[in-house]
């Protein structure tokens, strides 16, 4: 009876410990996909004309964006060892192999941001204040995200 016990102790840890990482990997997938649809399906889409500009969800995107990308570090500090089910983009295991990097990716992205918060007042201005961003955030991605289906 106590191996029983004991079995069913240690499983239930386990499985406890799985749904752990898989809650972490969700909050990261979330935040990144937060961030996707202001900075796609909102401000890319608006650039290519795919949907009408519209002041007031630029602000709204640029504004969620600030937000967002400051969780960025606290949000990426466990690495969940396991990736969500059925994403299309995960975290490389580089991002906790070099933290400190993957931080310093951070700044340049809040500071694209403050520079174009305020001042995209066109399509014209959103393309530039895209452009500046997303290469931004890109210099991460190339290096920390990875495809997966």
């Excluded at 499985?15 to 990261?28: E, I, L, R």
């Excluded at 630029?58 to 504004?63: F, G, Q, S």
């Excluded at 949000?75 to 994403?87: G, S």
């Excluded at 991002?95 to 340049?108: G, M």
């Amino acid at each position: 009876m106590k191996r029983i016990l004991v079995v069913a102790a240690t499983l239930l840890l386990g499985a406890g410990a799985v749904m752990a990482q898989q809650q972490v990997a969700v909050q990261q997938d979330n935040l990144m996909r937060s961030q996707a649809k202001s900075m796609y399906g909102v401000i890319l889409k608006m650039t290519k004309g795919e949907i009408p500009y519209d002041q007031k969800q630029v602000d709204a995107a640029i504004a969620d964006l600030e937000q967002s990308v400051a969780k960025i570090a606290k949000t990426f500090e466990v690495n969940p060892k396991q990736d969500v089910v059925n994403a299309h983009y995960g975290s490389s295991p580089k991002v906790w192999q070099n933290k400190a990097e993957f931080d310093s990716k951070i700044p340049p992205v809040q500071k694209a941001i403050a520079d174009v918060k305020g001042k995209i007042t066109d399509v014209a201005s959103l393309k530039a204040a895209y452009t500046a961003m997303n290469d931004r955030c890109n210099d991460c991605h190339e290096t920390y995200r990875l495809k997966l289906k």
